[in-house]
């Protein structure tokens, strides 16, 4: 089964500092893997996704994600952060196998904090 | 409209009622989905809806039945809840091929008391 892991559940940046928001992923097979961000009492949004067409994922808000397969990795950035970047992240991978294929397994979700 | 809604946004219920959630999708997708977000936990996948079948069941307690009358539209209605079935209820909806994203509504926080 594939699952995804991110790498500290809390991260607090200044605004103008890099953000980097870390997932590595366990998978069988080349695995397609997605970014939300979710705001307070809101559902989740697409940032971002890759589906093996190119290792440097552009999103939406200035982020991106590169995908190591060496590291597993699917790691989030952003050169510098804003205040309204402030939210939960969440790296997320599509499932390979059983009846849907649109069905996701999340990671546990980083909230990202940003410091005047 | 346009996306996923849900209503209501905000529900507060007793152990002994009924109440029902309603997920609707203007999208075109075939495949839905409910989600349930507890505090400091991952998000848990409920049920999964494919051309109106239900796939997938993770072992989701009976108070909670899903009801998918069409592709469209997802309903999940809740009797005999307990407190710590309080919740963010989010439904998605998705087309059914590798490497398709789930599209969110703003979700449901419900209570129970």
């Known amino acids: 089964a594939q699952s995804v892991t991110q790498l500290g559940s809390h991260v607090s940046v200044s605004e103008g500092a890099l953000v980097l928001l870390r997932c590595n992923y366990s998978?069988?097979?080349?695995?397609?893997l997605f970014w939300y961000v979710q705001y307070p009492n809101q559902g989740l949004q697409l940032l971002l996704k890759y589906t093996s067409a190119a290792t440097l994922v552009k999103g939406i808000n200035g982020f991106e994600a590169e995908f190591k397969k060496s590291e597993t990795s699917f790691h989030l950035t952003k050169p510098s952060a804003h205040m309204s970047d402030a939210a939960e992240y969440f790296c997320a991978v599509s499932d390979i196998s059983g009846t849907s294929y649109g069905k996701l397994t999340f990671g546990q979700g980083t909230i990202l904090t940003v410091h005047p | 409209e346009t996306g996923v809604t849900q209503t209501p946004r905000h529900l507060v219920m007793g152990m002994t009622n009924k109440k029902s959630l309603k997920c609707e999708q203007h999208?075109?997708?075939?495949?839905m989905y409910w989600y349930k977000q507890s505090a400091k936990k991952p998000l848990e996948l409920m049920f999964v809806?494919?051309?109106?079948?239900?796939?997938e069941n993770n072992s989701v307690p009976s108070r909670f039945s899903p009801e998918c009358p069409n592709s469209s539209h997802l309903f999940l209605h809740l009797h005999t809840l307990q407190p710590e079935d309080s919740a963010l209820y989010l439904c998605a909806s998705s087309q059914d091929y590798r490497g398709s994203e789930a599209f969110f509504g703003q979700g449901t926080r419900l209570t129970v008391v």
């Open positions: 809806y494919n051309f109106k079948e239900q796939t």
């Open positions: 999208l075109g997708h075939n495949a």
């Open positions: 998978s069988s097979v080349p695995p397609y």
